[in-house]
């Protein structure tokens, strides 16, 4: 399997020329130790090949002693040598040379973990896989016993994020080997990484499929394939936390209010945008960009950092108290991105384009992964509003005006009926002679 994920590597980025594998060879280094327990793992081969027997050698070959009881063999096991929490009990190793899980006289004794001391002190390691067999079983630190581990801290969201993402299959296990299968174990290698900062783990590789134990150990040619197929998928989704994995999660553009409200004053076919980006990996920014079309000119560039899953409040974001960013040629370097977190990027942008699509990008995603937006206007918008507010006042003065010159003609009207009506009441209050009269003398 560690052989499979190195040819696997070289092939993504060989043969199928895939980005993110080149980014991650191209700014780190990858090492692959196919053996510790190298002389162990001899004496098993020669005596296959030389009686087609399978011994049970489980520790190395340093047996300065002779053990009295058939089947036991001398030797160090070498997964219980480390320096973190050494000889913390006799539970979780043992201090008899005879016992399959002797851990030696004092940490590092053995040349095999003083070899693997040696790279992890010469290196600047940041990921590591102990791979071991059987059981499908995922062991994460601490597995000495129950340390807890920092819930802030970068290692504790890795582990996280991998039991709800890696794509495990069949019948399988997470988590710290206590709750797992109630099985500790002190000085081991995965446990002395963490307390490096190295962010490490302990699979368990292979299903317990065959009634003989050895040929779960040594599975045939077709169950390796199988596992190949079964097996391998979690273990390139935990490398693949090595490398810087920006991804971008949100953008957003200011209206004017909002502009205001950050007390920020923008010029004619001037915006304001933030982009929320997340790093997903435990490698920071550095030697990488983050790439803005043409089509915008970028006139000032901020940023802030936050916590990886800390939620960005942007009511209460105050622009002068932001960390400014040099850029060239709408480039801004990524060199304050740090693993595991998130950065919000403030721009300030002028149009140059009218209309056309806004582009931006990790340069080491390419152009494949780009994302688009198109700027909306606040300014144009914020003029059509003022034309259709003066349209809209106009027409309502006409409207009122209207309104006003029918109540005066309604009241003249009203003031002619009124009158008509009191002339034909004087009218029917005279005498009738003089109706009569009067009529006369108006023929």
């Known amino acids: 399997m560690n052989i499979y994920l190195f040819l696997y590597i070289l092939w993504e980025v060989e043969h199928e020329k895939n980005p993110f594998y080149i980014n991650m060879i191209t700014h780190n280094c990858i090492l692959s130790v196919p053996f510790v327990n190298i002389d162990g793992y001899s004496e098993i081969e020669a005596e296959f090949n030389k009686r087609n027997l399978l011994p049970k050698t489980r520790k190395n070959l340093n047996r300065t002693i002779a053990c009295s009881e058939e089947g036991e063999l001398a030797g160090v096991d070498i997964n219980r040598n480390y320096g973190y929490q050494f000889a913390y009990d006799n539970i979780g190793s043992s201090n008899d040379p005879c016992d399959e899980t002797y851990r030696g006289s004092v940490a590092f004794s053995e040349k095999e973990t003083q070899a693997i001391k040696y790279v992890v002190e010469n290196y600047n390691i940041k990921m590591a896989m102990n791979l071991h067999s059987f059981g499908n079983k995922w062991l994460l630190p601490y597995s000495y016993g129950n340390e807890e581990l920092d819930k802030d801290g970068i290692p504790y969201m890795i582990y996280e994020d991998f039991k709800q993402n890696g794509r495990f299959q069949g019948h399988y296990k997470i988590g710290h080997a206590q709750e797992l299968i109630q099985y500790t174990a002190n000085g081991e290698a995965a446990d002395w990484m963490l307390s490096k900062g190295i962010i490490a783990m302990c699979p368990e590789l292979g299903e317990q499929t065959y009634s003989n134990i050895f040929a779960n150990f040594f599975p045939d040619q077709e169950k390796t394939l199988q596992l190949f197929q079964s097996e391998f998928p979690p273990l390139i989704d935990f490398i693949n936390y090595l490398p810087f994995k920006p991804f971008i999660k949100n953008f957003y553009q200011y209206s004017l209010d909002d502009v205001q409200r950050i007390t920020k004053t923008l010029s004619e076919k001037q915006y304001l945008v933030d982009i929320e980006c997340v790093n997903h990996g435990v490698s920071n920014g550095s030697d990488h960009y983050f790439v803005i079309s043409d089509t915008v000119q970028l006139i000032e560039a901020y940023y ?80 059509q509003q003022k034309m259709h507010f003066n349209y809209i006042f106009y027409l309502g003065l006409i409207i009122l005006l209207v309104i006003v010159i029918v109540i005066l003609l309604k009241i003249g009207f009203r003031k002619q009926i009124i009158k008509k009506h009191q002339n034909i009441t004087e009218l029917i209050e005279q005498k009738p002679e003089q109706i009569e009269l009067h009529i006369q003398m108006m023929k």
Do not use: V
Not at 353 to 359: N, R, V, W
């Open 304 to 383: 802030i950092e936050m916590k990886y899953d800390q939620i960005y409040d942007r009511d209460n974001i105050q622009l002068d108290k932001l960390n400014k960013i040099e850029f060239r040629n709408n480039t801004l370097s990524t060199f304050q991105f740090s693993p595991r977190s998130k950065i919000i990027y403030f721009l300030i942008l002028q149009e140059i384009q009218i209309g056309s699509e806004m582009k931006f990008y990790f340069d080491l995603n390419g152009l494949d992964h780009e994302n688009t937006f198109t700027l909306k206007d606040f300014h144009q918008k914020q003029n």
